[in-house]
């Protein structure tokens, strides 16, 4: 059976465990990326699968992991893929309809950068794949897509890997209206929502949304939202 929604969670920064919380739902398949695990632990949860070369986890982890019967699939610390790619290689090897991956920002730049080319796989291209903490989420645009937030939320628009040309949106303060976006260029940074949704399309090109919800209140979350 196809599963719904596959978490991913990886081993960056949480800045708002009680946001990331509340991106969890029943029946999700929960898959930790090495030190990740930390993570789905302190939010009262046991990942279905711990995989990577798990060089991040405690040992304290790994027996809580594995006395709860949790899938161990250990790797080499010699290889040439991050834990987060070994870990969206396996969430595709299910076919899932949604990939969300958590905690995939901060400390080291190095990471947080290679872990946001992941998204521009083209396997992903079919399937709603963002990174979200509860407090950002960020996808990657290479046709039509809809934010859904609240007035005030900050979009930014950023060409990713190269010129993006034709670009429309909807419901976002300053609006585009076909035109490009460029790699050296900051134009599209901190946009502003009108309203609880807003839309953005490209003729050619990727580009990268960044959407910031604003903390004065609970978040909104709709995902399938990529057309």
Known sequence: MKLQRILIFANGVLPDPEAARELLLDGDFIIAADGGTRHVLALGRLPDVLLGDLDSISSEERRIAEASGVEILEYPQD?????LELAIEHALSKNPAQIIIIAALGHRIDQTLGN????????LQSMDTRLDDGVEEILLCRDQVRV???RGDLVSLIPWGGEVKGIFTENL?????????FQNRTRGISNE????EASIR???GSLLIVHRRTDDRSIH???????
């Open 79 to 83: 290889k040439d893929e991050t834990d």
């Open 116 to 123: 946001l080319s992941l998204l521009a796989d083209s396997r």
């Open 148 to 150: 859904k937030g609240r």
């Open 173 to 181: 303060k300053w609006p585009l209206n076909g035109e490009s976006l």
């Open 193 to 196: 929502m009108l309203g609880e």
């Open 202 to 204: 490209i003729d050619s």
């Open 221 to 227: 979350f709709s995902y399938g939202d990529i057309s």
